[in-house]
């Protein structure tokens, strides 16, 4: 595992769009890249977009959603893919034949289709406060679960509310890359910034693997790279 501290969130936007740069540069054949929505990697791609907008030799980058949520009515695309789209894939004009979808019509195929795509070279992660990564939330998913189908209990549809107006618009499940799934990926790359995340990050880089907190498990891949801002570290 290789941590990184940045001095501030600016400063963590453009280490964690070098890397994935890195990937995209590192060879002429089809790279494979699974990335975050929310709030955390906002500043990754205002970094990134410029990089790779109207970039033809970068058409060799594919780009996956790892989790996602429906909507019952409002939208046609699930709120992850939904984000993505506002934060990179339109603003960087990724081509949609590059852009492929997980949701809950083809997540029984997600793994099958990433192992003949020749797998994910790399994955950009958040971590929730409670632990969480991806759809792996605390007593959702098990050490064994491969792309997965998560039942919503009413806990877990009140931590979904924010997403959105009507709660009536909750679904009863949503769909996530388990733990075989994300550590299959070739490189892991966690990112954390502010101080709501020093405590969890603290956690995370001290306590033991357990299921009470599911990112712990990403400190067994062999190729983990986790970048966090100073106020993020603030706790170790």
Known sequence: MKIIVTKDYAELGKVVSQQLLGHMFTKNSRVNLAITAGKTPEEVYRHLVPEVKRKNYLNHVHYYNF???????????????????????????????????????NYQEQDLRLAQAGGLDAILLGIGEDGHYCGNLPGTTTINDYTTKVPCDEEMKQQLQGHFEDSADIPDAYVTMGPKSIMAAKHLI???????????????????????????????????????????????
Do not use: C, W
């Not at 852009?99 to 019509?105: A, Y």
């Not at 790279?225 to 706790?235: C, L, N, P, R």
């Open 190 to 236: 966690l990112i954390a910034n502010g101080k709501r995340k020093a405590e969890i990050m603290r956690r995370f880089l001290q306590e033991e693997i357990s299921a009470a907190l599911p990112a712990s498990i990403l400190k067994l891949h062999g190729n983990l790279t986790v970048i966090m801002d100073q106020e993020a570290a603030s706790k170790l």
């Open 67 to 105: 989790d996602e949520i429906p909507h019952k009515k409002l939208m046609k695309e699930g709120i992850t893919t939904t984000d993505l789209r506002s934060l990179y894939f339109q603003p960087a004009e990724i081509a949609e034949t590059h852009i492929h979808v997980l949701d809950e019509t």
